[in-house]
């Protein structure tokens, strides 16, 4: 299984970054799939998960209203949409995937059994 993340870079704060995740090898796109992100010197945080079925979706608190997951089954693909950004965004994201069909999904790091190198997303002030 590999996931691997693309769409990040630098942006300036109030602009807009769309970030994919394409999953490949032996994953069924009926796990639940999130998104967390790393800043130096913290913890890694959730961000956004969309269950397994597509419907049940999830956010931080600091990102709702900014940011907007979906799926696109047939390519195998996870986009996280995130508009309004402010420096505090500014972080590694990482895709990840649980591994039981139509999981939900969940904002618990030690749920997903994939992750992907994360990509960078520098919000500049």
């Known amino acids: 299984v590999q996931l691997v993340e693309s769409g990040g870079g630098l942006v300036q704060a109030g602009g807009s970054v769309r970030l994919s995740c394409q999953a490949s090898g032996r994953i069924s796109m009926a796990y639940g799939m999130g998104w967390f992100r790393q800043a130096p010197g913290k913890e890694r945080a959730f961000v956004a998960a969309i269950g397994g079925g597509g419907a049940e979706i999830l956010y931080a608190d600091s990102v709702k209203g900014r940011f907007t997951i979906s799926r696109d089954t047939p390519r195998k693909m996870v986009s996280l949409e995130m508009n309004d950004l402010e420096p505090e965004d500014s972080a590694v994201y990482y895709c990840?995937?649980?591994?039981?069909?139509?999981?939900?999904?969940?904002?618990?790091?030690?749920?997903?059994?994939?992750w992907g190198q994360g990509t960078q997303v520098t919000v500049s002030s």
């Open positions: 990840a995937s649980r591994s039981a069909l139509y999981s939900g999904p969940s904002n618990y790091t030690h749920l997903y059994t994939f």
